[in-house]
């Protein structure tokens, strides 16, 4: 177990998440993306919106003072990791192993700005003020994705989702129940093109407590879920989610 960023424990334990980047926008001067960037606590940043601008005006717009110590890439793909310039200070920068040309070009950068890099073949634990996070990854030998889960919260988070459908589907339920989920916020893995792949889901969502589907889940499946399931609610950029 890799552990970062071992500081003192915040004294309440409430997990605060500023949607600062998503395809659907809920605050005004706020633009939307077709990405995602959550910050939990101002402590641990999830992807980086598509670019520097977006992160940096979104992040103005919001009121937000961009100080991550961790930074966790989910995807190598370049449109969750675009904003990274704009973020100093990092204590260090998790990824999955991927071993696509996404992977590469996620590696040289990392490489080129001098970062401490967790790569994440399994299951990693880092330590933040606000407790444990468990960064699993999904995918196969060549795709990997990342998934973060707070155990003290019940909270997994995925920043696009699509290699949760890696898992077999038997294995899917299972997968939910034995890490003991009960809240989801992020990409639910189905695109535009493949709506199906979030029904799947729909007997996991009904068991749990909260679900806020962002960048990830396809804009059909996205609007049928908030309008059919009174546990899911409609987020986007410049949303704050709190747990207590």
């Not at 919106?49 to 937000?64: D, E, F, Q, V, Y």
């Not at 989910?74 to 991927?98: E, F, K, Q, R």
């Not at 407590?209 to 609610?233: C, F, K, Q």
């Amino acid at each position: 177990l890799y552990e970062c960023c071992l500081v003192e424990m915040n004294a309440n334990n409430e997990l605060v998440i500023n949607v600062i980047c998503d395809n659907e926008v809920k605050a005004p001067n706020a633009e939307g993306d077709n990405s995602v960037s959550l910050l939990i606590n101002n402590e641990l940043m999830i992807d980086t919106c598509s670019s520097t601008n977006k992160l940096i005006g979104n992040s103005r717009a919001l009121g937000i003072n961009v100080r991550p110590r961790l930074l966790v890439i989910t995807t190598p793909v370049n449109h969750h990791w675009g904003g990274i310039d704009a973020i100093s200070d990092l204590s260090a920068v998790a990824v999955p192993i991927d071993n696509t040309i996404h992977g590469f070009e996620l590696r040289g950068k990392l490489e080129g700005l001098g970062l401490d890099v967790i790569e994440v073949g399994g299951r990693e634990r880092v330590r933040l003020s606000f407790g444990a996070v468990e960064l699993i990854r999904v995918g196969n030998k060549r795709v990997g994705e990342l998934l973060i889960y707070v155990p003290s919260h019940k909270l997994l988070i995925s920043g696009c989702g699509l290699n949760l459908w890696l898992i077999n589907d038997d294995e899917l339920t299972r997968f939910f129940r034995e890490l003991g989920v009960r809240y989801f916020v992020g990409g639910l893995g189905a695109t535009s093109i493949s709506e199906y792949q979030g029904a799947l889901l729909r007997d996991v969502i009904r068991e749990l407590s909260g679900v806020y589907p962002l960048h990830g889940t396809g804009p059909r499946l996205r609007r049928e879920l908030v309008s059919s399931y009174r546990n899911v609610h409609d987020v986007g950029t410049g949303s704050v989610l709190r747990f207590g």
